[in-house]
């Protein structure tokens, strides 16, 4: 076979004849080409042969040579839902330029039953006719042939045919999700067929996870080279799950040859997303709050595997701010110890929101609608009144405060992991000595103490983190003595990132 519709083909026979004491024999090859042009329902064919090429015929005493024929033929098969008919026509050439014109016709019923019919014009007219019918590898002809001054002949073949040539499949992919979002909507079904010039039909065969037989589809024309299929029979979309498809061709002599049967998937359903949170205790008005740090619980499933996924936290302005994202199989459990991407911790008892986007293979999204909680950490604050720790004005520790200041020494061991947070703060009207704002005199207290922790009570390795609110954030009525006493302090905050 050529370029799919051109075959070459070559026959060798050896022939002997035994006629009472006569006997004959040589030994032929016969060579020819075939060209087939596949139309809508019909099958042109265009062919030439060359016929009796080889040696002597030999009888007892004498040889000669056997002069080869040429032979050019057309024929056209016209195809129907449950027959085909065919018509052809071809010319004979002998080498001495006689030539014998043959036209006949073949209805085939089921590719089982056989009726012919043909007419013969040359140096003698004469009618031929005949039948036949198939039973699997088994078909049995006859036929007549009638001759002007001769008797007619009837001749009846018996033929055996076995084996069939190879049919291979390939697919790709091999998991679609036909839902016409324009993502891996269909998949190329690639049939391999071997000498096409013998197929008579070609199906495309679709089978159920355990192989039985769902549908068998036609497949109009033989010389396709591939076949795009999006999922449907009939205009209707075969339900999600794993199916075997298979190709198979009918040779005209050898029956049905079937490709190995390759498991395929359609998956329109979006992936199966569950996510749990802990650790949470339920607080005495009855609402949850999560214990940092926090761990998310992630179960993800999906047909055919997963594409891409993000976990992302982020608070009231809707910012995500912590965000982990990856590309394969979702991670079992996202631990979360309250900090957004840049290290910095989310404000504790107040809410947050967490949500999980998954994608399939196929482009399938699932959103866990955006869960609510409250995020809290283990937290001590100790206030310092500012006069009891700094003279008027000034940012030096007082001598008389170091007694009081190393108490708080047996928290920052108990809690050697935590941050600590010391945070100064004035009232509106209170002197800022030789500092410019009431912020900067707070923020200078903030870093005496600071260094009062680190070069007196020796916690040189902790990380300590100072701020200077100046007025900006009281705890009392600034409009009154006693509320202006309470707002002008140093916040000294252990926060644990585990919860104890």
Known sequence: EMFDIVSLGMCYKYNLSLLGDESFFNSTIDMGIIAEFFMTDQLLKLGFLVSGTGNKLITDDTGFFMPPNYLIGISDTIYTNWAKFIISADVTFTPDLIALFKIAGEFIFNNNIFLRGGYKIGAFNHLTFGAGFKIGQFELNYAYEGYENYKPSHIVSLLINFGTPVVNLRIEPLSFSPNNDGLMDKILIIPEIREIARVISVQMRIYDDREQLLYVLPVKNKYIKSIEWDGKIEDKKLNDGAYFISVAAEYEKTGWAESSKIMIKIDTTPPEVKIEAEKFIVRPN???????????????????????????????????????????????????????????????????????????????????????????????????????????????????????????????????????????????????????????????????????????????????????????????????????????????????????
Do not use: C, M
């Open 286 to 500: 009855k609402k949850r709050v999560l214990l940092r740090p926090v761990t998310f619980h992630l179960s993800v499933s999906d047909l055919s595997g997963i594409n891409k996924w993000e976990f992302s936290v982020w608070n009231k302005n809707k910012k995500k701010r912590f965000v982990v994202s990856g590309h394969g199989d979702v991670p079992e459990s996202i631990i979360w110890d309250g900090r957004d991407n840049d290290g910095k911790y989310f404000e504790t008892s107040k809410p947050f929101f967490y949500s999980l986007v998954v994608f399939d293979i196929h482009g399938n999204r699932t959103e866990i609608k955006p869960r609510e909680e409250i995020l809290v950490s283990r937290e001590i604050k100790t206030i310092y009144s500012s006069y009891a720790v700094f003279d008027k004005s000034q940012s030096s520790v007082k001598t008389s405060a170091y007694n009081e200041l190393k108490k708080i020494r047996e928290s920052l061991f108990k809690y050697p992991d935590a941050d600590i947070i010391i945070a100064g703060h004035a009232d509106p009207i209170e002197d800022t000595g030789k500092y410019k704002t009431r912020e900067e005199l707070s923020l200078a207290r903030a870093k005496a103490l600071k260094f009062f922790l680190r070069d007196i009570l020796g916690f040189k390795k902790r990380y300590i983190i100072v701020e200077g609110h100046g007025a900006t954030k009281p705890i009392a009525d600034n409009k009154t003595q006693k509320g202006r006493q309470k707002n002008r302090r140093v916040d000294l905050i252990i926060r644990a990132v585990v919860y104890k």
